[in-house]
């Protein structure tokens, strides 16, 4: 089984550009997640979708988009890259219901200069 | 809101000795509770969860970690580190439902020939 599949694995960006991180998952659940993790912060929530149709903010939503394109896929948009936002970004889905392990992604590491 | 305290960033233990990994969670319905490892330039994956059944939980690569409602924390302890155990440890807390993992900031841990 793949998993969780992010693509791209790396990414370089200059300020300003836009950029669509994607997500897919084969394991048939329900919700799925978007965090960044940078050096001494842990993992930080983005967004999520508790099932498919829905979107909700996490803890640092701005400067991110997100689109639950069905229930496999969960992407992640920069409209307008900034430096503050050179990060590793990982995807995570679970079943979402009782049972709340989240299975992740390998990640992204974006790099905007 | 949940949340997660893990003490000390770094953590640093000769080869053989006990490993013993500190986390504090706050939760206002009874918790789920996660301990994930990440390699350097991999993503996370889970070593143990806890989801209110027996309050000592083993999970793989022979650790353990204890559920202790009184004191609020999920400690997670290895009799004997092997150089292999060398990564970042996240502690994670869940109320539940749809609601996400909140995690802590990471400890890494050293482990000294």
């Known amino acids: 089984n793949a998993g969780v599949t992010q693509t791209p694995k790396f990414q370089v960006l200059k300020t300003g550009q836009s950029m669509t991180l994607q997500c897919a998952q084969d394991?048939?659940?329900?919700?799925m997640y978007w965090y960044r993790q940078d050096p001494g912060m842990g993992l930080r929530l983005i967004y999520y979708?508790?099932?498919?149709?829905?979107?909700d903010k996490g803890e640092v939503p701005n400067g991110y988009n997100v689109s639950r394109l069905n229930k496999r896929e969960f992407s992640l948009r920069l409209e307008s890259a900034a430096p503050s936002q050179t990060s590793v970004y990982f995807c995570?889905?679970?079943?979402?219901?009782?049972?709340?392990?989240?299975?992740f992604g390998q990640g992204t590491r974006l790099t905007v200069v | 809101a949940q949340s997660v305290t893990q003490l000390g960033s770094h953590v640093s233990v000769s080869e053989g000795a006990l490993v013993l990994l500190r986390c504090n969670y706050s939760?206002?319905?009874?918790?789920?509770l996660f301990w994930y490892v990440q390699y350097p330039n991999q993503g996370l994956q889970l070593l143990l969860k806890?989801?209110?059944?027996?309050?000592l939980v083993k999970g793989i690569n022979g650790f353990e970690a204890e559920f202790k409602k009184s004191e609020t924390s999920f400690h997670l302890t290895k009799p004997s580190a092997h150089m292999s155990d060398a990564a970042e440890y996240f502690c994670?807390?869940?109320?539940?439902?749809?609601?996400?993992?909140?995690f802590g900031k990471g400890t890494r841990l050293s482990v000294i020939a």
């Open positions: 806890y989801t209110s059944a027996a309050t």
């Open positions: 979708s508790a099932s498919e149709g829905t979107t």
């Open positions: 994670a807390v869940s109320e539940g439902g749809n609601t996400p993992l909140v």
């Open positions: 394991m048939n659940h329900n919700s």
């Open positions: 939760s206002s319905v009874p918790p789920y």
């Open positions: 995570a889905s679970s079943v979402g219901w009782k049972n709340t392990e989240a299975f």
